[in-house]
């Protein structure tokens, strides 16, 4: 099942947890270089290492599909706009995705719902076992996995977690803890990661580079590290409440009845709405909703998985309204205590 639609650890705060293994085989050139025979070569090899897995593949021209599995954080945006033959390859009931030349020729991950690295961590490195035991992968006794970016030799892993943060933003915390954990090899990013902005208060928090550390290390790193943000977290959203109930939970009425009640409502206006959404959850000033649920609800009103789910969305114009007749619906027994 999609990491989305699942209960997980910490989920007041904590959306998911993502682990990622970066690997090549020895034998071809790097991605950047690959021509589109020897893609189709890697993608075929993988393809038999993983017979039980399912694997859908894209070509030069795209696919419809992409960008909603970027959206869902089943691919990344470097696997969306590639102009590559490349695969994806998923299995163990979707727990594991395999990114088949991404940046690197495979980005094996693993997304669980919550904070749980020591799962996601399982999930990945039994096809990383898999892939490992039947490839020729580029290893150097030196430097470790040998991968496109420098950033990621060693142990070529990225473990990572999806917060969402709306008392800590409000507070204007992140950026005196993007600074501490820059110092501590921990990086604070958007929601689709580099690059990206922080839409609804979610961030990215994972390890820098895996050079000269050891997969435990990070493991331990993130742990320490999402523990620490999500105590703060909750006590500064506890804070808030008892300094400020009243505004607190009239921002809070406001976000939950334009929500229910909104014709036409755009992503952005949405990503705004959520954050004081799930905050209004977590503070049991909103009943009638979970926090598994407003991570599906949070998938499903992005742009392109909207359009696929329901057709003559040909527009944005369109998709606002269908984002805000879905919303309408969902959130119909979701309540006020005031």
């Known amino acids: 099942m999609a990491w989305y639609t699942e209960k997980g650890n910490m989920q007041d705060v904590v959306l998911s947890t993502r682990v990622r293994f970066a690997r090549n085989l020895t034998q071809y050139p790097f991605a950047s270089r690959l021509s589109d025979a020897s893609a189709s070569e890697i993608i075929d090899q993988v393809v038999s290492v993983l017979p039980e897995y399912s694997v859908k593949r894209f070509g030069k021209n ?73 490839l020729d992968i580029a290893f150097s006794e030196k430097y470790g996995y040998l991968t496109h970016c420098p950033t990621n030799l060693g142990a070529a892993m990225r473990a990572s977690a999806m917060l969402c943060l709306p008392a800590l933003t409000m507070r204007r915390s992140i950026d005196g803890y993007a600074q501490a954990l820059s110092k501590m090899g921990i990086t604070i990013r958007g929601v689709y990661g580099e690059g990206t902005r922080a839409a609804g208060c979610l961030y990215q928090i994972s390890n820098r580079a895996s050079l000269g550390i050891a997969e435990t290390e990070i493991i331990k790193l993130l742990s320490d590290v999402i523990k620490n943000i999500v105590e703060a977290e909750r006590k500064a959203r506890k804070a808030i409440f008892d300094v400020n109930k009243l505004s607190l939970t009239d921002k809070i009425a406001r976000a939950v009845g334009i929500l229910k009640n909104a014709h036409v409502l755009s992503s952005d206006e ?16 909103v009943e009638g909703i979970t926090d598994e649920k407003l991570s599906e609800i949070f998938i499903a009103i992005q742009p392109a998985t909207l359009s696929l789910c329901r057709e003559g969305l040909s527009d944005e114009a369109a998709r606002d309204v269908a984002r805000a007749a879905l919303l309408r619906d969902t959130l119909k027994n979701a309540t006020v205590c005031h």
């Not at 949405?270 to 503070?283: D, I």
């Open 270 to 285: 949405f990503s705004e709405y959520f954050a004081n959404l799930k905050l209004g959850v977590s503070l049991g000033v």
């Open 62 to 134: 795209g696919d419809p599909q992409l960008r909603s599995l970027m959206e869902m954080h089943c691919v990344s945006p470097e696997f969306v706009s590639s102009s590559h033959p490349r695969a994806l390859i998923t299995g163990e009931n979707e727990r594991i995705q395999i990114m088949v030349c991404e940046e690197d020729h495979l980005r094996i991950q693993s997304i669980v719902p919550g904070f749980d690295p020591e799962g996601a961590f399982a999930y990945a490195s039994k096809a990383d076992d898999l892939l490992c035991n039947k």
